[in-house]
């Protein structure tokens, strides 16, 4: 067994590499596909939207008050993602209310989070995984807004959602350092991770992130 720093760093490398090959298998070939900066921005509403309620159930029932207290602030950035998103969708031209991010039903990966049941898995997957892919997912969106010269949601997401998502892949990975030292500990993380990141590959196939935007969808 390694020490748990050694762990979350080779962990850290493995996310990278996995998030790189997301987002060219799936969420870039989607733009190309004729989804739209508003179209990603309402799939990062759904993102938002199901980490608040996974969270809001984690925080419930953790014993650990310091990631309860955790848990709970990371709804609060959250919620305050999804009023930001709501309102430059507003300036983009979407009508307040008519898009709900829960139409459809919520995504396998919202179930899979949901089930988990250690401070280890919750860390590695819905800070450290999820804040990670989240990084690298506005990253690429604030490319596509930058060639397209959408100047104004660019700005919005390097200056508040990005640092917010990348404090959070930090804080998965202090926190996980802490409890991943026990071989358990690092399977039941590790199986996590490899669950997360198939999941968040099927959200972005074609047939899924159509069912996620609707019909409301850019052609």
Not at 193 to 201: D, R, V
Request: proline share 2%; aromatic share 6%.
């Amino acid at each position: 067994m390694v020490t748990a720093d050694v762990f979350v760093s080779e962990l850290e490398f493995k996310n990278q590499e996995s998030f790189r090959g997301l987002l060219a298998s799936g969420y870039l070939p989607a733009v190309n596909d004729g989804a739209s900066v508003a179209d990603l921005l309402r799939l990062e509403l759904k993102f938002a939207i199901e980490f608040i309620e996974a969270a809001a159930i984690w925080t419930v029932d953790t014993e650990s008050l310091e990631l309860k207290i955790l848990l709970g602030s990371e709804c609060g950035v959250h919620a305050r993602h999804y009023q930001l998103l709501q309102e430059r969708l507003a300036a983009l031209g979407l009508a307040a209310g008519s898009y709900d991010p829960r139409q459809g039903g919520y995504s396998k990966l919202f179930a899979f989070l949901r089930s988990l049941q250690t401070g280890e898995e919750r860390l590695a997957t819905g800070l450290l995984t999820l804040g990670g892919a989240a990084v690298a997912r506005l990253e690429a969106l604030a490319g596509i807004c930058e060639q397209n010269g959408d100047m104004d949601t660019r700005a919005l997401l390097r200056a508040d959602l990005i640092p917010d998502e990348q404090r959070r892949a930090d804080e998965g990975r202090e926190r996980l350092i802490l409890v991943a030292t026990a071989e358990d500990s690092q399977a039941r993380a590790r199986r996590a991770i490899f669950k997360t990141i198939e999941l968040l590959g099927e959200l972005f196939e074609p047939g899924s992130l159509r069912r996620v935007l609707g019909r409301s969808r850019a052609k």
